[in-house]
């Protein structure tokens, strides 16, 4: 079955940390380009930042450059978001979610979200 | 960043009946258009993208149309399980962005 299981949500104050983890199981990890996206109730589903299976190449979105680093660990199938600088406005579900898919010369670099985890809440609050 | 809006926000209609939700980009997305389907508490599903071909597994009652700027979501004959939050998302250019979805509710 395939599954991927986000941790590491929970509550940050203000200008802390935190770090989300997702791992993969039931599907090839190492040749899917991988993302993260949140929902808020408010503003509503929104990428935040893609990287490509070798961990090399990696984008942000505006709202979380600087600020969040996305990484990954293809023997543990495991993929990352380390979020800095925490605002309220980053309360959010995150979801990882897959992206395209790469065999050994190309990649299809698909850009829409086929397989995602179940969430982690996160709550900047003081 | 390219504006995603869908339309209507909500609607009720009834089981068997053929719904279809409009999405428009505030500029090109060409046809890297996918449409999600979510429920309370889980994560979105994905259930069309490149604006019409349907994901393995999806019911064929789903369909999609449009490209450019002008998409379309059609479920042909509603069903229990369809009642749900629907969301498009363009994945023409970054940062990719999503509508602000279309609930669909029991009549």
């Known amino acids: 079955e395939v599954q991927l299981v986000e941790s590491g949500g929970g509550l940050a104050q203000p200008g802390g940390s935190l770090r989300l983890s997702c791992t993969a199981s039931g599907f090839s990890f190492s040749n899917y380009e991988m993302n993260w996206v949140r929902q808020t109730p408010g503003q509503g589903l929104e990428w935040l930042s893609n990287?490509?299976?070798?961990?090399?190449?990696?984008l942000y979105a505006d709202s979380v450059k600087g600020r969040f680093t996305i990484s990954r660990d293809n023997a543990k199938k495991s993929l990352f978001l380390q979020m800095n600088s925490l605002r309220a406005e980053d309360t959010a579900v995150y979801y990882c979610?897959?992206?395209?898919?790469?065999?050994?010369?190309?990649?299809?670099?698909?850009?829409?979200?086929?397989?995602w985890g179940q969430g982690t809440l996160v709550i900047v609050s003081s | 960043d390219i504006q995603m809006t869908q339309s209507p926000s909500a609607l009720s209609a009834s089981v068997g009946d053929r719904v279809s939700i409009t999405c428009r980009a505030s500029?090109?997305?060409?046809?890297?258009l996918a449409w999600y389907q979510q429920k309370a508490g889980k994560a979105p599903k994905l259930l069309l993208y490149q604006a019409s071909t349907l994901e393995s597994g999806v019911p064929s009652r789903f369909s999609g149309s449009g490209s450019g700027t002008d998409f379309t979501l059609t479920i042909s004959s509603l069903q229990p399980d369809d009642f749900a939050t629907y969301y498009c998302?363009?994945?023409?250019?970054?940062?990719?962005?999503f509508g602000q979805g279309t609930k669909v509710e029991i009549k």
């Open positions: 979610a897959s992206g395209g898919y790469c065999t050994d010369d190309k990649c299809n670099h698909a850009g829409y979200f086929q397989k």
């Open positions: 998302q363009q994945y023409d250019t970054y940062p990719w962005t």
């Open positions: 500029q090109t997305t060409r046809n890297w």
């Open positions: 990287i490509s299976i070798s961990g090399s190449y990696t």
